[in-house]
């Protein structure tokens, strides 16, 4: 099992369904992961939620072997 520590405090998080998925904001230092529990109300971890690909907000990543080609004009 993967150990998940909080982007606000760095504390680890014993309890992930309390975790609350966001985008990064612009600019923001994440604290370095420790030993100790974490006491947020609501822990938050940047990025998109286990399952997803991306999150609202945040372009999906391109398709493998997906070609786009330009539309003809009749």
Known sequence: MLDIYCDT???FMS??????YRLPPAA???PAPHSAL???LEPIIYG?????A???GQA????????????RTA
């Open 28 to 30: 923001s230092a994440i």
């Open 38 to 40: 974490c006491a947020c």
């Open 15 to 20: 309890d992930p369904s309390r975790i609350s």
């Open 60 to 71: 999906p990543p391109p398709r493998r072997g997906t070609v786009l080609l330009p539309r």
């Open 48 to 52: 998109p939620p286990p399952g997803r």
């Open 54 to 56: 991306s999150s609202a």
């Open 9 to 11: 405090c760095g504390g």
